[in-house]
């Protein structure tokens, strides 16, 4: 089973900086994304990544796929109270139908 | 659409009890995933189907656990007996197609509490 290592497990900024987290595996994956969770609800996508390079902007949220597909990277602009919540990679193995999900890092904004 | 829908939203049952969550997938998905998340092990697969056939039961953690579906809008997972370590977020997901670039959407979950 590959593994998804996520950094930091928490972190807890002010409104307005700026912060990234990471999604690692020593494995390659076919495709990577990144879901976001709030507190009593499910998880819900926010981006997928399938070539290695591979860089997606979603507004204040940046997101790049590694090279050699191995690592991802989330980045927030000028964090807001709304970007609160977990936030989890999950990757697909070639020829897989199920993904592999990270343990996620909490995120806090603070007003 | 209603997205996924998950019952009950919240479960407190003493061990030894039986438990069956509920999940409908978002009508005309083909597959339909199961999840446990805890703080300790994040997210974990552990079942899912593929139009209504299991594919993959290797993350069902005993024999205690099991997951039926009898129809494509219409999914079960049951514990027998349950035991406080199952405590956890259980979710159900449905996606249309697999693999690559999938997209899965998740219910809001089961909060069980076995005490």
């Known amino acids: 089973t590959q593994l998804l290592e996520q950094s930091p497990q928490f972190l807890s900024i002010q409104e307005g900086e700026n912060l990234t987290v990471y999604c690692n595996s020593s494995?390659?994956?076919?495709?990577l994304q990144w879901y976001r969770q709030e507190p009593g609800e499910g998880p819900v996508l926010l981006v997928t990544v399938v070539t290695g390079g591979e860089v997606k902007k979603l507004k204040r949220l940046t997101f790049q796929f590694g090279d050699a597909r191995k690592d991802s990277s989330l980045h927030i602009t000028a964090a807001q109270p709304g970007d609160t919540g977990l936030y989890l990679c999950a990757g697909a193995e070639g020829g897989a139908d199920g993904l592999t999900f990270g343990k996620g890092t909490h995120l806090i904004i603070q007003p | 659409d209603a997205g996924v829908i998950q019952s009950p939203r919240h479960e407190v049952t003493e061990m030894g009890q039986e438990v069956t969550l509920r999940c409908k997938p978002i009508s005309g998905h083909d597959y339909l995933f199961w999840y446990r998340q805890t703080m300790m092990r994040g997210l974990e697969l552990l079942i899912y189907f593929n139009n209504n056939v299991p594919i993959d039961d290797s993350g069902m953690p005993e024999d205690r656990f099991s997951a039926k579906m009898p129809n494509a809008s219409f999914s079960t997972l049951k514990i027998q007996p349950s035991e406080p370590r199952d405590s956890a977020v259980y979710f159900c997901a449905s996606s249309l197609g697999a693999g690559l670039a999938q997209t899965q959407y998740f219910g809001p979950g089961t909060r069980l509490l076995v005490l």
């Open positions: 494995s390659v994956f076919s495709s």
